[in-house]
């Protein structure tokens, strides 16, 4: 889904249906990422994984794992749609605001 968001409903519809999974296989999902050899999608899985490290117990090396394969100049999350948004460095990943924010999520 991170590789291929339109497919998935957009990054809000990506972003809540893998919040809502309990527990995910890091392993797998990394070897998984790995396997698509794309440096945009390490980097989307590393910045999904560190964006819920605690909720899904990562680890650093988790993180390292991915990260050595980021991309080397920045890229955008979504690079249909080339909107401003801000550096994430270590993934090398251009973050719009709207999925920093998550300004999809309800004000209580």
Same mark, same amino acid.
């Given at each position: 889904m991170l590789a291929r968001p339109d497919l998935g409903g957009g990054w809000e519809e990506v972003w809540r249906s893998l919040e809502g999974v309990e527990y995910f296989d890091l392993e797998q999902v990394i070897d998984y990422a790995l396997l698509l050899k794309s440096a945009t999608t +390490?980097?989307?899985v590393g910045f999904f994984l560190?964006?819920?490290r605690d909720a899904l117990m990562v680890e650093e090396t988790h993180l390292d794992?991915?990260?050595k394969? +980021?991309?080397k100049?920045?890229?955008y999350l979504e690079r249909s749609r080339r909107e401003s948004g801000k550096l994430a460095a270590?993934?090398?990943l251009i973050v719009p605001? +709207?999925?920093l924010e998550r300004a999809w999520?309800?004000?209580a």
């Open positions: +390490a980097a989307k560190e964006q819920h794992k991915l990260r394969h +980021a991309p100049l920045p890229c270590s993934w090398n605001p +709207a999925v999520e309800e004000v």
